[in-house]
């Protein structure tokens, strides 16, 4: 699996919301995983999706945040805990819309995803004091970095610690793709997870059954003779 980069940004704020929109279509669209069921975490007044349900097929959108901001909400402060009580196989779309480290929340997720699954993190990178960035133990540990190291928290450790979250292994789940913008100081990941059989392998949908179905189907036509219509037809 390797993370595409669409394009670096310069700006300094977490409010792209046509970059956030786009990388939301892109990945959808590709896999053909329409029509949704949307998991919105941190979903604030729910400006993302305000907008893409207007242009995608979403059966259903499920919004989560501490504070409540719009009808149907969830009200609820969303940590580890949470995520493990949640049913993740009624939603094949989650997005993870928080400002800081979102690892935390990837790593219960990842393991529960039972279907093709498209998965979108918001990565803050918000600096303290003398321009470091805050390094938590979930990424220190997904360095193979003790604990209570003090480490510096440059852009580029940062970085590389996001990597080495991605690409944990899972026995169950993993990235089949992703695509990332980055900003100066926030980066927007799309993912698309999908689950592993007990080989490792990536299990196939009924979906993806059913296009392979198809295919067949077609190509098997297409051998077939050409005929004529017959004269019950000449009129039609």
């Given at each position: 699996m390797s993370i595409q980069?669409?394009?670096n940004k310069h700006?300094?704020?977490?409010?792209?919301l046509a970059d956030k929109q786009e990388l939301r279509r892109r990945v959808i669209q590709e896999a053909q995983l329409e029509p949704l069921r949307v998991l919105d975490l941190f979903a604030g007044e729910g400006q993302v999706w305000n907008s893409l349900r207007k242009q995608l097929?979403?059966?259903?959108y499920t919004p989560v945040d501490k504070d409540a901001r719009q009808e149907g909400q969830i009200r609820i402060k969303i940590t580890p805990r949470v995520i493990q009580a949640l049913d993740l196989t009624r939603y094949n779309c989650i997005d993870v819309d928080t400002y800081g480290e979102p690892w935390t929340i990837w790593?219960?997720?990842l393991?529960?995803?039972q279907q093709k699954t498209a998965v979108f993190l918001t990565r803050g990178k918000v600096t303290y004091g003398a321009g470091k960035i805050q390094i938590s133990k979930q990424m220190k540990r997904a360095m193979g970095i003790p604990d209570d190291w003090n480490i510096p928290g440059k852009v580029e450790l940062v970085e590389y610690g996001d990597q080495c979250e991605l690409m944990q292994e899972c026995s169950t789940a993993k990235i089949t793709t992703g695509y990332v913008i980055r900003w100066l100081r926030v980066d927007y990941y799309a993912l698309l997870v999908e689950p592993l059989d007990e080989f490792g392998s990536v299990v196939e949908s009924s979906v993806n059954l059913l296009n392979r179905k198809r295919t067949i189907t077609l190509e098997d036509?297409?051998?077939q003779p050409a005929t004529l219509p017959g004269p019950e037809c000449a009129g039609n």
């Open positions: 980069k669409i394009r700006k300094t704020d977490n409010r792209s097929n979403v059966q259903s790593s219960e997720i393991p529960r995803i036509e297409k051998q």
